[in-house]
C-alpha cells in the first residue's frame, strides 16, 4: 500500500494527539486511498479516530452507523466542542432539528445515524444528492448471526455497496472471531479490503474472577478502594441491579442504574449522569455499554458470568480507554450455567444452538481454569501470550502454591465410579457432602460408601477440584444437555497412587497489586486535584462531560511535566489548537500558580520526541484542494472549476476552505463582497463559529453558507496565528 505522509500534523492540530496508536495510521491512509477496510481492534484503540480524521481530511460527508443514541450524543458533542461541524440523526432530536440537519447536510463532515434509518428510501435518496466520502459502520460484529450481540437491522446495511458502489466502507468491531470477521465481510459486499486485526491484548487491565457466594464483602471493599473513580457494575437481572443500586446508596456510594425496565426518560437520565461525572457508578444490566464514550471508566464489575467470552471481554474492555491502569473483577456461580443451559434448550436452530453451547463452555473454562487469565482471554481470539505470566490477572497475582490433592482427588474419582458415570457434578458434590436430595434418595446414593465422604469440603471447593481434576486430564465432561462425568485413561492411575495430583491453593494474604508507575497513576497529586476541580467547573460551563475539557492521561501530564508556556502546552498529549484556545490559559495559569507557590517540584523530563520532516508526498486529499486552489487564482470561478475537475460545487467550496485552514493566503472578495464578509464576522463575534446553522439563522436569507464558511475559515486561518478546523 502507497504511503500517505504528513498525517501527524492533522491528527495533533484536530484532536491534539502526539502520534497515532498502533494500526491507526495505516487504517486511515489506506480509506484515504479510496479502499474498504475491516478492522478488528480492542475496545481503547482509538477506532473513532479511523474514520473521523479521514472524514475530515477528504471532500463530503461521512456517515458513521452507529447502534446506540448515546454514542452519537457523545461523539457530537466531543467533535462540536473540538471545533469539528458534525450532527446525528434519530429519535431523541424534535422533528424540526430532524428536518433541519436532514436539509443542510452539506454543512456537516459527520453525520451519525442508526442502522434502521436505511429501511427508509427518502434517507437513501437524501444522501445520493450529496457527496459521500465514507460509511464507518461501528460495532460491526452486530451484523453477523454468529456474533454476540447480532441485530437484525444491521443486515439492512448490505445494500450500502449496491446504492453507493464506488464510496468506500470501514466496518469497525472491537470482538470478532474469524466466523464473524468473514461474515461482515460477505454481509457487506465488501472485496478485498484492508484488513486489520490488531492485538487483542489489553495490557493496562488487570482480571480478577472468583466463584460468588452470598456475601457482599466479594466486591463492595473493591469498589470502596475505588471509591473516588467511576465504573460499572454489571448484574445479570434487573431485579439484581435493583438490589445492588440500594445497597450503594445505603452506603453512600455515587450510584445510578440502567436497565430495560426503567422509562427512557429514566434511563437517558442515569447514563447522561454517568457520563458527566455526577454518579461515579452505574449499575447496569447488559443492555447499558455498547458505543459508551466515557475513557475515564476505572473499574468493571461483573456480579454475574456473561454468556460468552466476546460478551466479557467487550464489557470488560470498556474501563481503561485511555490507556491508564483499570481493574475488572468478575464473580461467577454455578448457577449461571444451568441457567445458560435452559436457555440453550429453546434454541430451535441446531446450527445455533451448538455455536451457543460451544461459547459458554469456553466461557466456563475461562473461570475455572487455573491458567493465566489473559492467556486463555487472547487464545481464544487465536492469539498466543507469549510470557508465563502476565502480572495482570489473579492467577498470576495471587500467592498460591502447590498442594497434593491425590487423597481427595480419589475419592472424587472413587465416586464417579460408584456413580457408575452417569450422573453431572452438581449431584456428585451431592453425594460426597451428603446431601440427601430426593434424586440420591431415590437412586440409593445414600447407601453408597462415597455418601457424605468430604463433608468437610463447601461445595464451591469441590466444584474447583473437580474443575481442576477435568483440566489436567483426569476426568472427562460430556457434551450435551446433560453433561456427565466420566473417567479418563489416567484415572486408575490416581486411584492406584501411580500418579499424584497436585492443584493450585491460594495462600490468604493481602491481594498483590500489578505494578505501576507511580507518576503516571497519582491522583492523590495536589496539581491533580485542583486541575480537576477546574476541568469540572470548566465542564459545567460549558455543558459538557468532563474527559471532552481534558482526559485524565492530560491533567497527569501537566503534573508530570509543568508545561511553562504556550508551546510546552500544546505538546501535552490531547491538547490541539481548539483546546488550547478554549481553555489553555486557564490551566496553564493553575499550572504556573501551582509551581510558584512549591518551589520543590521537578518536572519530569518528557521523552524525546522526533522532529517531523515536512512531508514531500502530500495526502491526495491535500493534492486535490491545492489543484482546486491553483485554478482559483488562475480566474475560474467554482461552478467552471466543478465542470473542469467533475466535482460537486460544494466541493470546490470545501477545497477553498481546506486551504484557507492550512495557511493559504488568498482573496475571496470574488466570491463574498467586503460588505458580507464583515456582516458575517459580526455575526461570528455575537455566536462563534462552532456551528454554521445558527449563523445562517441569524444572517440575513441572501448569505448563503458557502459564503459563511469561506469568512469562518479566512477568520480562523488568522485567529492567534493558529488553524482550527471548524467545517
Known amino acids: 500500500m502507497k504511503e500517505i505522509q504528513n498525517l501527524e500534523e492533522p491528527l495533533k492540530k484536530l484532536f491534539g494527539y ?71 440523526l434519530n429519535s ?21 445515524v442508526a442502522p434502521e434509518r436505511f429501511a427508509n428510501e427518502e434517507f437513501i435518496q437524501l444522501l445520493r444528492k450529496v457527496p459521500i466520502s465514507l460509511f464507518a459502520i461501528d460495532e460491526a ?30 466496518a469497525l468491531t472491537a470482538t470478532a472471531t474469524d466466523d464473524v470477521q468473514t461474515d461482515i465481510a460477505a454481509q457487506l459486499a465488501i472485496k478485498n479490503p484492508f484488513t486489520v486485526r490488531a492485538s487483542f491484548d489489553r495490557p493496562n487491565l488487570t482480571f480478577r474472577i472468583h466463584p460468588k457466594d452470598s456475601s457482599t464483602n466479594q466486591w463492595l471493599p473493591f469498589l470502596a478502594k475505588h471509591s473516588k473513580e467511576s465504573g460499572i457494575l ?129 466461557m466456563r473454562k475461562l473461570c475455572t481454569s487455573s491458567k493465566c487469565r489473559r492467556k486463555n482471554l487472547l487464545s481464544y481470539f487465536g492469539e498466543t501470550y507469549k510470557p508465563s505470566h502476565c502480572d495482570s ?61 468430604m463433608p468437610e469440603y463447601s461445595e464451591n471447593e469441590l466444584r474447583s477440584i473437580v474443575e481442576t481434576l477435568i483440566e489436567k486430564g483426569f476426568l472427562e465432561r460430556t457434551a450435551g444437555d446433560y453433561p456427565i462425568l466420566r473417567w479418563t485413561d489416567l484415572s486408575p492411575k490416581v486411584t492406584r497412587g501411580e500418579m499424584k495430583v497436585t492443584i493450585r491453593k491460594k495462600i490468604e494474604s493481602t491481594p498483590k497489586e500489578k ?49 511553562q508556556n504556550r508551546e510546552d502546552f500544546l505538546e501535552l498529549n490531547g491538547v490541539s489548537s481548539a483546546k488550547w484556545d478554549k481553555y489553555g490559559d486557564l490551566f496553564l495559569d493553575a499550572v504556573l500558580q501551582y509551581v510558584s507557590k ?11 520526541t522526533k522532529k517531523k520532516k515536512k512531508s514531500t508526498v502530500q495526502t491526495a486529499a491535500s493534492q486535490s484542494s491545492e489543484e482546486t486552489l491553483r485554478l482559483f487564482l488562475l480566474g475560474f470561478d467554482p461552478n467552471a472549476i466543478a465542470a473542469e475537475r467533475n466535482l460537486n460545487p460544494r466541493t470546490v467550496y470545501d477545497h477553498l476552505c481546506d486551504q484557507l485552514l492550512l495557511g493559504k493566503d488568498f482573496d475571496i472578495a470574488s466570491l463574498v463582497s467586503l460588505e458580507k464578509q464583515e456582516t458575517i464576522k459580526q455575526a461570528i463575534a455575537l455566536y462563534g463559529s462552532e456551528k454554521l446553522a445558527p449563523l445562517k439563522q441569524h444572517l440575513p436569507p441572501n448569505f448563503t453558507y458557502e459564503e459563511i464558511r469561506l469568512v469562518a475559515s479566512a477568520r480562523q486561518r488568522t485567529k492567534k496565528g493558529q488553524s482550527t478546523f471548524d467545517f
Open 18 to 88: 502526539n502520534e497515532f496508536r498502533p494500526n491507526q495510521r495505516e487504517i486511515i491512509a489506506a480509506c484515504l486511498e479510496g479502499r474498504d477496510v475491516l478492522a478488528i481492534l480492542p475496545t481503547g484503540s482509538g477506532k473513532s479516530i479511523c474514520y473521523q480524521l479521514p472524514a475530515l481530511l477528504m471532500p463530503g460527508l461521512c456517515v458513521v452507523i452507529s447502534p446506540l443514541i448515546s454514542l452519537m450524543q457523545d461523539q457530537v458533542v466531543a467533535l462540536t466542542k473540538n471545533g469539528l461541524n458534525a450532527a446525528f
Open 92 to 112: 431523541s432530536l424534535p422533528h424540526e432539528e430532524m428536518r433541519f440537519v436532514m436539509d443542510h447536510l452539506e454543512d456537516y463532515k459527520l453525520l451519525y
Open 141 to 170: 460484529h452486530c451484523i453477523s448471526q454468529w456474533g454476540h450481540s447480532f441485530r437484525p437491522e444491521y443486515r439492512k446495511l448490505s445494500l450500502l455497496k449496491e446504492s453507493f458502489p464506488k464510496t468506500p466502507i470501514m
Open 234 to 362: 454489571y448484574c445479570a437481572t434487573r431485579k439484581g441491579v435493583d438490589e445492588a443500586f440500594e445497597l450503594l446508596q445505603k452506603k453512600g456510594f455515587k450510584a445510578g442504574k440502567y436497565h430495560a425496565g426503567l422509562s427512557d426518560a429514566e434511563r437517558m437520565q442515569a447514563q447522561h449522569e454517568f457520563i458527566y461525572g455526577k454518579c461515579l457508578i452505574m449499575v447496569a444490566t447488559v443492555a447499558f455499554g455498547m458505543g459508551i464514550h466515557k475513557p475515564d471508566i476505572r473499574f468493571i464489575i461483573h456480579l454475574g458470568m456473561p454468556r460468552s467470552i466476546e460478551q466479557y471481554y467487550q464489557e470488560a474492555g470498556r474501563a481503561g480507554r485511555d490507556g491508564l491502569p483499570s481493574e475488572c473483577l468478575m464473580l461467577y456461580s454455578y448457577e449461571e450455567l444451568k441457567i445458560y443451559e435452559l436457555f440453550l434448550k429453546q434454541i430451535p436452530d441446531t446450527k445455533v444452538k451448538a455455536i451457543t453451547a460451544e461459547k459458554t463452555e469456553t
Open 393 to 453: 490477572c489473579d492467577r498470576c497475582l495471587d500467592d498460591t502454591e502447590q498442594v497434593d490433592a491425590t487423597i481427595p482427588a480419589q475419592k472424587i474419582l472413587s465416586c464417579v465410579y460408584r456413580l457408575q458415570q452417569q450422573y453431572g457434578m452438581r449431584h456428585l458434590i451431592d453425594v460426597l457432602r451428603g446431601m440427601k436430595t430426593q434424586t440420591i434418595l431415590e437412586k440409593g446414593h445414600d447407601r453408597l460408601s462415597t455418601f457424605h465422604l
Open 515 to 563: 505494578k505501576q508507575d507511580k507518576a503516571e497513576i497519582d491522583y492523590e497529586h495536589p496539581l491533580f486535584d485542583e486541575l480537576s476541580r477546574l476541568r469540572w467547573k470548566c465542564a459545567q460551563e460549558t455543558k459538557v462531560p468532563a474527559f471532552v475539557v481534558f482526559s485524565d492521561r492530560t491533567l497527569f501530564e501537566m503534573c508530570q511535566f509543568y508545561p
Open 598 to 608: 512549591n518551589n520543590n517540584v521537578k518536572p519530569i523530563e518528557r521523552p524525546a
